[in-house]
């Protein structure tokens, strides 16, 4: 579960960075977005159903 949030965190302050005045390269962020964006809905959608959200370290 910690591994959403953290990915919730990301994905927020993600947002925060593309939106603010100075950012450059505001495109080639978008895209980053997106992509950020699937991954964390997989992860949302994973710890809804109850599934193991952080990876077995062996």
Not at 37 to 44: A, C, H, R
Request: charged residues 10%; hydrophobic residues 60%; neutral net charge.
């Amino acid at each position: 579960m910690n591994n959403t949030l953290l990915k919730i965190l990301m994905f927020g302050l993600l947002i925060l960075f593309i939106l603010s005045p100075f950012a450059a390269l505001t495109s080639l962020m978008l895209v980053v977005l997106v992509g950020a964006f699937f991954f964390l809905l997989g992860d949302v959608f994973q710890a809804i159903i109850g599934g193991d959200t952080d990876p077995k370290k062996s």
